[in-house]
């Protein structure tokens, strides 16, 4: 199965991954490089996301906003105009 991981350089992200590899899961990595063009271009073989990047050590409220709320709509928004179905598990702060 196809799974796409964001936060996927973080260490819940980087044993997530590590775990889906050796169970013989293909995993896309989302990472802070990776843009949401490269990503929308891959969602027609995803067939599950965990969803774990966010911002957690800030004091900046816009850099929180940015980082958790305004990340995962973009997220959400370029599924739903991908047309496909697929589960998300949203585990951030």
Known sequence: MKVLVTGSQGYIGKTLCWWLKNAGH????????TTFEEMAEQL????????????IHTNDS??????????TVKLV?????????IPIIYASS
């Open 26 to 33: 293909e995993v896309v990595e989302f990472t802070k490089e």
């Open 44 to 55: 027609s073989d995803i067939k599950f996301i965990v969803h774990l990047a966010g911002v």
């Open 62 to 71: 816009k850099e929180y906003i940015n980082g958790n709320y305004n990340l």
């Open 77 to 85: 928004e370029k599924i739903v105009a991908s047309g496909y179905d």
